[in-house]
């Protein structure tokens, strides 16, 4: 039953994601990401991980995506079916082939490094009833990882502060040449 | 007793319950309104119009349903679901009393189930219910309802961080995810189970906790969502029929899992005053009258005060509950500091 589940969900979370870059409506592919989420939050669950299937649902589902769906709406007020769609998807071919080249080299590297970890078989028994798994969590993200933890905040400033800067920079000339 | 039969009960107890008050609601709020402006209301259908959801319930479903032609037909029938869902089922983990034995059958505690996350499960499905509201507004194809939209997510993203803030001191205090847990905690027992009650020990948390489920809700006096003079209906603009309904449902549910959040989390449940070692349906009574009063609050409120304006929901949501939930946080936290742990 828990192999099934497992597979049908898995089989779920890569058809959204796969829905989130076939879309041509930007919703929908706010709305594709969403659904792999939840397909990700109950395999959580399936693995015995209340929290962080309740912590997956409640920061990338409850926030971030409600933000991600806030920014492509008033980005995209107008026709979502119009210029956007009409463009051919591989336009830009070397650009395109240069970003597709890297995302598959990411994830071999990924795969490569998942495969060749190791990871501690942990018995069911004492993930169910572990006393106080969220105080556990919380001693080793604020004690022994809190650098890392630190770290990670910063790196997402960063991301801010960097988008920021790039797209004033890419907007100031449109702007001005629609004025003029 | 057959353990899925019981939850098979169980479930069809709290849920009809939660949808018969979502019912018993709407026309409660035609009622009382008609009471505080002199006027009779409803009273047509059925002895002093008690019949009137029913009414209303087969109006929706034999009316014609429009959809707008330039509406993204999938989103728009998928969003008042999605409006509706997350607030029927935060209902399950919501403890209503204590063990129920019922013709000598022991049913276990009376709620759908107790999660040792129950808390965080009540925040992580009642913030998708946002996406009922940005989606309808967005699929119509309408200005109003995309500023409606816009302007209720807006407003339930920024009183979410209060509501969130205000649940993590009792969590603090009590140092347990779970609901049941919450309760258990205000009331141990002895004459006096009113004073351990969490109101007591968190009255700024109370206060900013009640004011944040009515922005949350959509509720007067933060119903910027369907604005009449600016906004038409808001996000339901262009909904009829069935779908018109749900959102409707949906709110009034919501109301009902946040009265009972409220009573949960502050007053002690299903705790009786005076009374610790009451039985569960004088307990699951007086859960009932405490969330009752909180319903009957939000109707009051509604006919009571005007509408605020937005950008003054926006200043009172970022400049003064922010800061007042952080700080009843931190001083939650140096009490627990100096009473020694949790």
Redesign the interface.
């Given at each position: 039953m828990a192999n099934a589940l497992f597979y049908i969900l898995s089989v779920g979370a890569i058809l959204a994601a796969a829905g989130v870059i076939a879309s041509r409506?930007p919703?929908?592919s706010v709305?594709s990401l969403?659904g792999s989420f939840f397909c990700i939050a109950v395999i959580y669950l399936l693995a015995g991980f209340?929290?962080l299937a309740?912590?997956q649902?409640?920061v990338y589902?409850?926030?971030i995506m409600?933000l991600f769906?806030?920014v492509v709406?008033?980005l995209n007020?107008g026709d979502?079916e119009g210029e956007a769609a009409r463009e051919p998807m591989f336009h830009h071919g070397r650009r395109a082939f240069l970003a597709m080249g890297t995302s598959v080299a990411i994830l071999v590297a990924g795969l490569v490094a998942v495969l060749n970890t190791s990871f501690p078989a942990i018995d069911p028994a004492v993930a169910e009833t572990g006393n106080d798994p969220?105080g556990q969590l919380a001693i080793a993200m604020f004690g022994r990882y809190s650098l890392p933890f630190e770290a990670a905040s910063v790196l997402l400033l960063a991301t801010t502060v960097g988008i920021m800067v790039l797209a004033k920079r890419q907007r100031t000339p449109r702007t001005q040449g629609e004025r003029a | 007793m057959n353990e899925i039969l019981v939850w098979v009960i169980k479930t069809g107890f709290i849920f009809g319950g939660l949808v018969g008050t979502a019912a018993a609601m709407s026309l409660a709020e035609r009622k009382f309104s008609a009471w505080m402006q002199y006027r009779i209301g409803p009273n047509r259908v059925g002895p002093w119009g008690l019949l009137q959801p029913i009414a209303d319930g087969v109006k929706f479903m034999f009316k014609e349903e429009l959809i707008p032609d330039g509406a993204n037909k999938w989103v728009f029938q998928l969003a008042p679901l999605l409006a509706a869902m997350p607030a029927m089922m935060t209902i399950a983990v919501i403890p209503f009393a204590g063990r129920v034995e019922l013709f000598g059958q022991d049913f276990g505690n009376l709620s759908i189930t107790d999660l040792d996350i129950g808390a965080l499960y009540v925040l992580a499905i009642g913030g998708l219910a946002i996406y009922g509201v940005i989606l309808g507004g967005w699929a119509s194809n309408s200005k109003y309802s995309l500023l409606g939209g816009l302007r209720a997510s807006a407003q339930m993203i920024s009183y979410e961080l209060s509501l969130i803030l205000t649940i993590l001191a009792v969590i603090a205090m009590t140092g347990d995810l779970d609901l049941r847990a919450i309760v258990e905690a205000q009331n141990t027992g002895g004459v006096w189970n009113v004073l351990e009650w969490n109101i007591w020990y968190q009255p700024l948390g109370f206060m900013l906790f009640v004011v944040a489920t009515f922005a949350e809700t959509n509720r007067h006096p933060f119903d910027f969502a369907e604005c009449e003079p600016e906004l038409v209906g808001g996000f339901h603009t262009e909904y009829s029929a069935m779908r018109f309904a749900l959102f409707f449902i949906g709110e009034y549910c919501a109301m009902t899992v946040m009265a009972c959040l409220t009573v949960t989390l502050f007053l002690g449940g299903p705790s009786v005053p005076f009374w610790a070692a009451a039985p569960w349906f004088v307990g699951f009574a007086a859960f009932l009258v405490k969330a009752g009063f909180f319903l009957f609050l939000f109707i009051w409120v509604r006919w009571t005060l005007p509408r605020f304006r937005f950008d003054q929901l926006m200043h009172l949501g970022w400049k003064v509950f922010l800061p007042l939930s952080l700080l009843n946080l931190l001083a939650t936290g140096v009490a627990i500091l100096f009473r020694g742990g949790a």
């Open positions: 409506n919703v929908m709305l969403l209340q929290f309740a912590i649902i409640l589902a409850g926030a409600v769906l806030f709406m008033l007020l979502p969220v | -």
